[in-house]
Structures are given as structure tokens and as C-alpha cells.
């Protein structure tokens, strides 16, 4: 089919015979067109932007996108500028994009923090996404670079903002001139697309057509026919499913393109959703232009068409219809604008659900590819249709067709306008844009009179008040049938992975406390010698929980968390489970410094309630205490700024103790989320020491550029700890470091400022730190990091008491965007001969052996043994273990990118499985 662009053009220069013949025919052939009313009164302007530069064919749309409690209405220009107006027409902010723009923006709360983001397609076929205030969305990957199909490329139409997937979460969907529908989810990843093989002018139109809850794509599309292509040459109409499922009865084909964009709403009182659209253009597809080629079709969701369509048009309907009951008889009308090709005139009509024309109304000269909205700009208390036609703004009754607005403007009028009370003043403003293809062209606001109470309230007055009705562009008006959507999505997902070293199948139970003291349990299977991973949000969405694993035979089970704290910090934390439940727990890290936020989550497993004191030991060597009571088969979260305030200075840093005082048992985590630096967002987590010891191991550890290595020593008790760190470095070197921590108090090492910093193995490290004058102390090893100058997050871990030979781990993957490493410690004197065995999710073994030197450590990188696929077979979980009689310690650090949220955890291996394990951690809400 002819370049996109030069279509346009041709449609306003030339037509052949015996084209205009059959116009003269189908003219002939529609109902009697209304004569042309005398021009009404104008209506004030409340504010005009002159921009130099045309908003030819620019879709409006007001919101009040950053709860300033006015409307914002945001406009893209053929000068390459994206503009948010305020309601007086002055420019809030503005963004160069470098092409210009045809469509419309959408706007939508995409990740529940009260502000609205702003989505939009340009004709260089980039879409991109805005804050607010008009900064660019790069933490999410925005701007998107749609493809390109034999040099055509664009974004024409005006993205939706919907659930297509049913996960909770809203899709971003477009349709593009390179051939495609796509959509991503917010933080950029795509969840859809589809090659249409030619072009696409239709803006996507989103509605649950089917009742289960999830919104489908509708849109229009041109088809170009021809070898290998199911269609003949014309257009299309698709209905898809999130998944890409075409809807039964879909595509559509007609004998025109289908530039307009489809609008659904029920518009005979059935209770389902009917799929309004026009059809037509200049380029004559099939032959049957002047019989077939202008239409506005009606079909019901399953495709069949609507009694008494399609209706005849006087010429090409390339507008997107508005829908809304504007005549008070319960019924909803089509509002829809058609173009008479070479003929200077353009048509408003008004239809009935039925198919039958109320009114077909000569506006004020075409060519008009703009699209009519609704809205009473009269104060009258019911809706006129409003529309840009010639070089004027205008408005009409619902009843007759009379004009009731003709306001000459300084250019073209080829912008869907919008209405409505932008600035909350009890008032109606309308805003439209002027242009041409080219030239000059301003941003207008009009003041239309007193807003009048009527029932219904504002969604009576403007019932279709912009391009495809709202400000997330879904084109349709719900039905009021359809189940209720799926919950927001969870901004917290927490998964329980179990390994089974055996060869018997493992029979699990795991039950889950939540803060009232209910239990649920999931009884779950492992097979023998392998792996299973619980999506603990799948069973108890919305929840704050704790867990108790239980299995008939020894396993292996780990709890990872990944997380968008409060819609601002991602990152993600992992734990393994403890064996049992204790009296006493420590912890050596923890701050209430600005950017950080630290809980205590406590998991009573008992049968009656359990009462805990927290002992706090601070930076500046004073101590706190704080009672919490923790009822039976239940959980309670203390969020530690509530005990000890925020600040910047030692006295808000703190280790602490948490014990009962009843004779009860329990077991205590403590996550931590943080803006490291104001730059590095995640969060980590551990699971409390049983006991201070003498000495503790860490297996990883690095000063190369982009990470933050810390060790926290936490001294409980009456008298100084002096303490030793022996470094174990990468290019077999050691250094050691010596420090003193007072009583009571804690010690925080930033390794840098031992090691210094840099890009070789002589700066990644393992340690041992011990005390040399009999005491015991508590030590936590946090990093912080920006992964690959892409990934920012922090992990940490309480270190391991002792060198071992076997260590396991229930949780690894090496699917795209995880990154997985195994860092093996060697603390002894002679070299240690390893082998890990790798138990993977589809149930194959794999096996890897090599050699730590004395006082050294290793690094592997699992991918470059298992390689990197998308399917269980790259999942994993494995065995370490020292096979010549020496002992080392292991960890498993993994990065990632989990649908959007970067960050990364860590953990040291157990020493063998075991029957039971606890989780007093564990979240599944916002």
C-alpha cells in the first residue's frame, strides 16, 4: 500500500474519475444532510498558547496528572515539542523529542504512588514515558523504539493504558506505521506484539469483550493483501488476548482501510460491549469504493455484526467515534465525523445504537480527520458534540443537529478537542489546537459557561469528553457486567524454593502464619534429586506472613523476596530458612539513618503469645530497650524508626538483641530497604544469630568499582572486644586489620578504606574475623552496588561460624537477567579440591570439580557452566562440597533484573537439609 504520509497528500491534491463519479453516486446514496446553520455566539477565551508550529491532528487529553486538583492537557507538535498546558494555556513543562507528533498522550497511575505517568508515540515510531512533571521515565527503559517495515515508522495513534495480562498490572499498548501492536508492561518489559504486515492508524481500544476480567486489544489496520497474507486488500478489525489469542470471530475484514479508532460500549441495552468503527479513504482498495468503501460498522463481541449497520457515510470515516447517552432516553448515541474527499466538506453525524441517523450535519470545511467529543458547553445540562472542523471550533445539539457554537480560529482545525472543568473553577473550559499539515498553529482554552448539577454528575455532562474517552485512552465505557478486575499488583513477590538432595520424593507442608494468628497450609511435592519453587504470592495474595516448612524427608528451603518499596526502592532479599526456633537473636547491622529503613519481623510458632524485648546497642555506645508482644501461631513487624527515630549521626546506627522473656521460642529476620547514596536503591535481609562467637567467615566480598563493601562487628557484651580481619584476597595474598569494639556497642568496617579500590582480583576478598581477648562478637558482611553500571541493589549475611565440607543451596537460576555466582572460601593451608553438583529444574544433574589454593578464594560464574536459557533446565540448586578432607565456606551472591526491579541477594550455604524450617519474614502486598 502507498507510503502512509503520501496517501494523506494525494487524498487533498487529486482524484481519478472515476473515483469522484462514485462519490457524486454514494452522496446520493446517504440520508439527507441537514442545511448549514447560521454561526452562533462565540465563547471566551480563557487562554492561548501561540507555539509557532501546527498541532495538526493532535489528540487531547486532560488530567490531573500530578493532584495539583486542576487538569493539565498535554499536546504534541509538529515542531518535535511535547507540552502540558495548565488549564489557562500556559506551558507547565515541556519536552523536545525531536519528531513530530500526530497522536495523543495516555495517562495512568502505573505504579500507585498518587501520580500519574504520561505515555506517547512520535512519528519517528519512539513511544515515550514521562513523569508528572515531565521527566523521563529511564529507570523503567523509556523512551521505546517501536520497528520500522520497509522504511515506514511512526506512531500515529495514541497509546492505551490497560491490564491485558491479568497479572494486576496496566500494559502500555500502541499501534505502530512499522506494522506492529506492542505492548510493554510500566517498567518496560514487552508483553506483546503482533506483525500486522502493513500499516496501522488506529489507536488500540481496550475491553473485557469476553467477561473474564481482562481487558482485550481492539484495533483497526490496514491490509495489504496480496501472497502469503490470509486477507484481501482492505482493512481489518482485531480483537486479541493479552496473549496474543485472536477473539473468536476476529479480524474483521472491510472493503476500506480502518484508519478510525475503535470505541465499545453497549449500545443496544444488551448488557455486552458492541465495537464501533469507521472505514474509508481516498485509495480504493477493492474496486467497491463507491458502494462499500464509507461505512460506520457495528459489531457485537463476538464478532457478528450490530442490527442496522453498517450505516452509509457521506465520505471517509477516519475520526474515532464518541459514544454517550446526549438525548436523556437511556440509550447511547455514536457521534462520528466523515471527510468528503476533494469535495471541501466535512460531516457530523449522529447515530443510534439501532443504526438509525438522528442527524448528518455540514460542518465548516474539511479536510477533517479529527474526532468529536461530548460535553455540555452550553449549560443546559445535557451533552452537545463537540468538534474542530475548517479553521473553526464548534459545538451541536443532540436533539436537531443545531449549532450551538462556531468559533473561527487562526488555522486548520484538525485536533480532537477535550472538555470538562479543568481548573475545578464550577466552570466548563474546552482546549483545541490549530494547524495544518505544516505552518503555524496555537493551543486554545475556551470558557463555555456555568457547570450544571445534573444526576449522573460529571459522567452525564461529558460522557465521552476526549479522544477515546479517557485519560488512559481505553475507548470504551464499561458495561458495568464485567467481573472485577484482578488486584493491583504486588509490589512485594515472595517465593519459598525447596531442594530435595534425596531419593525419596519429599512430602511438604508449609504453613503460613499471618499477623492475626490464621494459619494456612500448602501441602507441595519435591521430587528426588531436584528442586520446586512456591510463588507464595499465587496462594496468599495481600498478605504479611510467616512460614514453617515441614517435610517427611531432609530438604533444603530458601525464601527470596523481590520487592518496589513503597513504588520507590526495588531491589530484592533471600534467606535461608532456620532450623528451629530460639530464645535469643542477634543481629550486628542496622541504621536509622535518612534512606534507610529497617523492620524486625518476629514469627511466634507457639501456642500462646510470646513476649519479646528488643535491646538496642548504638553507634554512640547507649542502649534501648523496646517490649513487643507476639501472639500464638502468629507474626508482628517492627519497623525500628518508630522505636528510635531517624538521624544522621552514630547514635542512629545500631546491633541488636532480641529475646523473650517468658520462656517462649520464636525467630526473628531483619530486612532493611535503602537509597544507597541517593543512588543505589534494594534492600537486604537476614536471619538472626543464634549466639555471639569468636569467630566468623565470609566467603564474598569486593572493592572493585561499583561495590561497597561493609563488615559490622556487634560486641553484646560488659567489656571491649578486640577484634582481628584477616583479608583473603583474589590474587592469593592476605592483609589483616585489628580493631577495637566497645561494650555493648557495635563497629561498622568499610573494607575500602583497608583494601583501597580497584579492577583487578587482588581486590575481591574473603575474610575471617575473630577475637583475639576471648570475647565473642556478632559480624554482618552488607554490600551495596551498582551491578555492571545497571543493576543497583545491596545483599548481606551474618557470616558463617565455621569451615565445612558440604554446603547447599535451595535457590539459583540462570534464565536471562539473573546472574548467579558461587564464591568459595579457602581459609585453611593447603589447597581444597571442590565439587558442586548442580540439580536442575527440569531434573537433570550437571557437575563441576576445581582447586581453591590455600588462604584464596574462587569465583564462578554459574552461567559459564550451565549456559543461559529460558526454561526450568536453567534453574538450579546445588551442592558444594570439599573432596579431600579440607573444609571452606561457600555462598551464592545472584543479581538480577525481575520484571523491572534490579537488585541482588546473597546467602552461606547450610551444612546438610533438614526436616523443618522457619521464615518469620514474608510479604505478598503493596
Known amino acids: 500500500m502507498p507510503e502512509p504520509r503520501k496517501r494523506l497528500e494525494a487524498c487533498r491534491r487529486t482524484a481519478p474519475a472515476v473515483v469522484l463519479l462514485a462519490l457524486l453516486v454514494a452522496a446520493l446514496a446517504v440520508p439527507a444532510v441537514a442545511t448549514a446553520q447560521p454561526a452562533p455566539p462565540t465563547k471566551p477565551v480563557q487562554g492561548r498558547c501561540d507555539v509557532q508550529s501546527s498541532f495538526y491532528d493532535a489528540k487531547l487529553v486532560a488530567d490531573d496528572i500530578d493532584g495539583c486538583g486542576q487538569k493539565e492537557i498535554l499536546a504534541g507538535n509538529y515542531n518535535g515539542w511535547f507540552y502540558c498546558f495548565t488549564p489557562d494555556a500556559q506551558v507547565k513543562w515541556s519536552y523536545y523529542c525531536g519528531a513530530r507528533f500526530e497522536g495523543g498522550a495516555a495517562c495512568y497511575d502505573v505504579d500507585g504512588d498518587g501520580k500519574k505517568e504520561v505515555f506517547v508515540g512520535d512519528m519517528n515510531g519512539v513511544v515515550w514515558g514521562f513523569s508528572c512533571n515531565g521527566v523521563l521515565l529511564t529507570q523503567w527503559g523509556w523512551p521505546k523504539q517501536t520497528p520500522g517495515s520497509g522504511g515506514f515508522v511512526g506512531v500515529y495513534g495514541a497509546p492505551a493504558i490497560g491490564d491485558i495480562q491479568g497479572d494486576g498490572a496496566v500494559d502500555i499498548v500502541v499501534g505502530t506505521w512499522g506494522h506492529h501492536i506492542m505492548a510493554w508492561n510500566y517498567t518496560g518489559g514487552l508483553t506483546f506484539m503482533f506483525d500486522n504486515a502493513d500499516t496501522i492508524w488506529s489507536s488500540p481500544a481496550l475491553a473485557d469483550l469476553d467477561r473474564d476480567g481482562i481487558k482485550e486489544i481492539v484495533i483497526g489496520g490496514d491490509s495489504t493483501g496480496g501472497s502469503g497474507w490470509p486477507y484481501p486488500p482492505g482493512g481489518l478489525l482485531w480483537a486479541f488476548k493479552g496473549n496474543g489469542v485472536t477473539m473468536n470471530g476476529f479480524p474483521k475484514w472491510t472493503p476500506e482501510v480502518t484508519w478510525s479508532s475503535p470505541a465499545c460500549a453497549d449500545i443496544d441495552n444488551d448488557g455486552y460491549f458492541e465495537i464501533v468503527v469507521g472505514t474509508g479513504h481516498y485509495y480504493q482498495a477493492t474496486g467497491k469504493l463507491s458502494t462499500e468503501g464509507f461505512r460506520v460498522y457495528a459489531y457485537n463481541s463476538d464478532g457478528s455484526m450490530c442490527a442496522g449497520f453498517p450505516v452509509m457515510t457521506a465520505g471517509s470515516t477516519m475520526s474515532s467515534p464518541a459514544i454517550g447517552d446526549v438525548d436523556g432516553d437511556g440509550i447511547k448515541e455514536i457521534a462520528i465525523a466523515c471527510n468528503k474527499v476533494l469535495y471541501g466538506e466535512d460531516h457530523l453525524m449522529l447515530i443510534k445504537g439501532n443504526g438509525a441517523v438522528m442527524w448528518d450535519q455540514l460542518a465548516f470545511g474539511g479536510p477533517n480527520m479529527a474526532s468529536p467529543v461530548l460535553g455540555d458547553i452550553d449549560s443546559d445540562g445535557q451533552a452537545e458534540v463537540i468538534l474542530g472542523s475548517g479553521q473553526a471550533i464548534g459545538a451541536w445539539k443532540a436533539n436537531g443537529g443545531a449549532c450551538v457554537w462556531n468559533q473561527v480560529l487562526d488555522s486548520f482545525v484538525v485536533t480532537s478537542p477535550c472538555v470538562g472543568d479543568f481548573d475545578n473553577d464550577g466552570r466548563v473550559e474546552t482546549a483545541v489546537g490549530t494547524g495544518g499539515d505544516g505552518g503555524t498553529g496555537s493551543f486554545w482554552v475556551f470558557d463555555c459557561g456555568t457547570k450544571r448539577k445534573v444526576n449522573g454528575g460529571d459522567g452525564a455532562l461529558f460522557p465521552w469528553p476526549m479522544f477515546h474517552h479517557d485519560p488512559a485512552h481505553n475507548g470504551s465505557i464499561p458495561t458495568g457486567n464485567e467481573p472485577p478486575p484482578p488486584p493491583p499488583p504486588a509490589n512485594f513477590h515472595e517465593y519459598i524454593l525447596m531442594m530435595n538432595p534425596g531419593t525419596r520424593k519429599a512430602n511438604v507442608n508449609i504453613e503460613f502464619m499471618n499477623e492475626k494468628g490464621e494459619k494456612t497450609t500448602v501441602k507441595w511435592t519435591v521430587e528426588p534429586l531436584s528442586r520446586s519453587t512456591l510463588h507464595v504470592n499465587s496462594v496468599l495474595p495481600g498478605a504479611g506472613i510467616s512460614a514453617k516448612v515441614s517435610s517427611d524427608v531432609p530438604i533444603i528451603a530458601e525464601r527470596p523476596m523481590y520487592f518496589n518499596y513503597r513504588s520507590a526502592w526495588d531491589g530484592g532479599h533471600n534467606v535461608m530458612g532456620a532450623l528451629c526456633a530460639q530464645k ?343
Not at 768 to 790: C, L, S
Not at 795 to 802: N, S
Request: with cysteine; net charge negative.
Open 584 to 926: 535469643a537473636w542477634y543481629f550486628a547491622e542496622g541504621t536509622c539513618r535518612p534512606n534507610f529503613d529497617p523492620f524486625l519481623c518476629i514469627q511466634n510458632p507457639g501456642g500462646s503469645a510470646a513476649a519479646v524485648r528488643i535491646n538496642y546497642m548504638k553507634g554512640d555506645g547507649s542502649t534501648q530497650a523496646q517490649d513487643v508482644n507476639v501472639p500464638a501461631h502468629s507474626r508482628s513487624t517492627v519497623r525500628v524508626k518508630d522505636a528510635l527515630g531517624e538521624g544522621d549521626s552514630p547514635a542512629f546506627d545500631f546491633s541488636c538483641k532480641v529475646e523473650t522473656t517468658n520462656d517462649h521460642d520464636v525467630i526473628v529476620e531483619r530486612p532493611m530497604y535503602f537509597n544507597y547514596g541517593g543512588a543505589w536503591t534494594g534492600g537486604h535481609n537476614v536471619m538472626g544469630a543464634w549466639n555471639p562467637a569468636p569467630a566468623w567467615y565470609f566467603a564474598e566480598g569486593t572493592c572493585r568499582p561499583g561495590f561497597e563493601s561493609y563488615l559490622c562487628v556487634q560486641n553484646p557484651g560488659s567489656s571491649a572486644a578486640a577484634v582481628k580481619v584477616t583479608y583473603m584476597l583474589g590474587d592469593g595474598t592476605t592483609k589483616d586489620q585489628t580493631l577495637s569494639v566497645p561494650k555493648n556497642s557495635r563497629q561498622t568496617v568499610r573494607v575500602k578504606d583497608v583494601l583501597g579500590e580497584g579492577d583487578a582480583p587482588a581486590f575481591d576478598f574473603s575474610c575471617k574475623v575473630e577475637t583475639t581477648n576471648d570475647h565473642d562478637v556478632i559480624v554482618e558482611r552488607p554490600m551495596y552496588f551498582n551491578y555492571g553500571g545497571a543493576w543497583t541493589g545491596g545483599h548481606d549475611v551474618m557470616g558463617a561460624l565455621a569451615p565445612g565440607a558440604d554446603f547447599y543451596f535451595a535457590e539459583g537460576t540462570c534464565r536471562p537477567n539473573f546472574e548467579p555466582y558461587l564464591c568459595l572460601q579457602n581459609p585453611g593451608g593447603t589447597a581444597a579440591a571442590v565439587k558442586i553438583t548442580y540439580m536442575k529444574g527440569d531434573g537433570g544433574k550437571q557437575e563441576q570439580t576445581l582447586s581453591i589454593p590455600a588462604r584464596s578464594r574462587r569465583t564462578v560464574r554459574v552461567k559459564e557452566v550451565l549456559g543461559e536459557g529460558n526454561s526450568p533446565a536453567f534453574d538450579f540448586s546445588c551442592k558444594v562440597e570439599a573432596t579431600n578432607n579440607t573444609a571452606i565456606i561457600a555462598e551464592r551472591p545472584m543479581y538480577f533484573n525481575y520484571n523491572g526491579w534490579t537488585g541482588g541477594h546473597d546467602v552461606v550455604g547450610v551444612p546438610g537439609p533438614a526436616t523443618d524450617w522457619y521464615f518469620a519474614e514474608g510479604y505478598t502486598g503493596n
